[in-house]
């Protein structure tokens, strides 16, 4: 059976869920507390030497490391990944934007707010928070003529940039960004969608 090593907090790890999810694909969840260090230390590094989550482990024992390596390496042959190439290729773009925009931003500010920092160092979280709104408003003039990323097809795409878009509300505000706010709702109807991303600790 596959195991996911993650961390019901960790957006990055709620990505892989979702799609394990729509694919009704069972799986054991041993837990590493990314809070208390555990993806640092030297049992989960073997897992992952860049000491992260989410790791999937196939049933073979190799693994395979990072969100969006996983996202894809899951979706492989099902619907939720395309076989044209240049559809592929926009798949790839839309991960490395949610990694590259998305995640360093909306998820790294959540962190900083969780923490206090928001307080403490106010000039790094308007940063983080200003590098956000940007991404958002770059998602929502896409979104606004698309109803998905890769228009009317719902991807692995959408599962990933959905994992902290979702909850970008807790750092900016969301209310001017409609087509962001509809293309949210079409994501939660699509069937097999969950949503057990846990709360900061």
Not at 42 to 62: F, I, M, S, T, W
Not at 92 to 109: C, D, R
Request: glycine share 6%; charged share 25%.
């Amino acid at each position: 059976m596959l195991r996911l090593y993650d961390h019901p907090a960790s957006g990055n790890c709620y990505k892989a869920r979702l799609l394990l999810a729509h694919l009704d694909v069972p799986y054991e969840r041993p837990l590493v507390d990314i809070f208390a260090g555990e993806a640092l230390e030297a049992e989960h590094r073997r897992r992952n030497p860049a000491g992260r989550v989410p790791v999937l482990e196939l049933e073979d024992g190799r693994f395979v490391a990072e969100s969006g390596a996983i996202l894809l390496f899951l979706s492989e042959g099902t619907e939720y990944l395309p076989d044209d190439r240049l559809e592929r290729a926009r798949v790839w773009q839309w991960l490395f934007f949610e990694q590259n925009q998305i995640e360093p931003s909306v998820a790294t500010a959540r962190v900083m707010q969780w923490r206090g920092r928001d307080a403490d160092s106010p000039e790094a979280y308007e940063h983080r928070t200003a590098w956000a709104n940007e991404a958002l408003d770059s998602l929502d003039a896409h979104l606004a003529a698309n109803e998905f990323l890769l228009g009317d097809t719902y991807t692995v795409a959408d599962m990933a940039v959905y994992g902290y878009t979702h909850v970008a509300h807790e750092v900016v505000d969301m209310s001017g960004r409609s087509a962001v706010a509809a293309w949210i709702g079409r994501v939660e109807s699509q069937a097999g969608f969950m949503n057990d991303l846990a709360p900061l600790p």
